[in-house]
């Protein structure tokens, strides 16, 4: 394979780094598909953890943009995905102003 191919290859998801199944695809679909049912754009991915199902994201979330932007109004949501990657259930765990510190320990 060339080296000009090698790049486009791991962008489409080809090849052990990218596919399916490990940790950077299920951020990207756990991000992508909250952001179908919501209708805003995800901020981040906060936290990702393996299940015996599939996997567990938390998503941060603008859910109110406000001036000046540290007080825009945040929100984390847990997101659940099944083994392939399909969105089974979605809840707000947090909300919170973007210049906030956490103090949660």
Known sequence: ???????AKR???GGRASGKGNAAW????????????????PESVSAL???????EADVEV???ERVPETTSVMAT???????????MA?????????GQIDRRG
Do not use: C, F, H, I
């Open 1 to 7: 394979m060339a080296a000009a191919e090698e790049p």
């Open 11 to 13: 962008r489409a998801g």
């Open 26 to 41: 299920a951020m990207r679909t756990a991000a992508e598909q909250l952001q179908e049912l919501l209708g805003r754009s």
């Open 49 to 55: 953890k393996p299940t015996d199902d599939g996997w």
């Open 62 to 64: 603008l859910e109110l």
């Open 77 to 87: 949501y847990r997101v659940t995905l099944d083994k392939e990657g399909d969105l």
């Open 90 to 98: 979605y809840e707000r765990t947090r909300r919170y102003t973007r």
